[in-house]
């Protein structure tokens, strides 16, 4: 397992940006797709956006589109997610992920990811 830890979480008001910082523990990171994935209490954990091995294609889901970036720098082991113009339903434990092997397309499903960091909560008040 390689270690992700997240950061950059928060309490913002609606129309806020954030950053979210994600700090692979080894250098396999760079091999693997990585990925953004949001919770709510009583909900399925969603993806949000990912980001290939190489860094040059990226995917969002529909409601983020155009509010969001991921970016990744694999000489610091870092992935990162600028949010802007939040909104309330923004608000979840956002987690990254890792998923190995030099994939060839960015996976949305959860059982698709071998590794995860614990989580950061972002609350974007109205």
């Known amino acids: 397992q390689v270690q992700l830890v997240e950061s950059g979480g928060g309490l913002v008001q609606a129309g806020d940006s954030l950053k979210l910082s994600c700090v692979a523990a080894d250098r396999r990171f760079t091999g693997y797709s990585m990925a953004w994935f949001r919770q709510t209490p009583g909900k399925e954990r969603e993806f949000v956006a990912g980001i290939s091995w190489t860094g040059t294609s990226t995917r969002y889901t529909t409601s983020v589109q155009g509010r969001f970036t991921i970016s990744r720098r694999n000489a610091l082991n870092t992935l990162y997610l600028e949010m802007r113009s939040l909104k309330p339903e923004d608000t979840a434990v956002y987690y990254c992920?890792?998923?190995?092997?030099?994939?060839?397309?960015?996976?949305?499903?959860?059982?698709?990811?071998?590794?995860w960091g614990q989580g950061t909560q972002v609350t974007v008040s109205s």
């Open positions: 992920a890792g998923e190995e092997g030099y994939p060839q397309q960015i996976d949305t499903a959860v059982s698709d990811y071998e590794h």
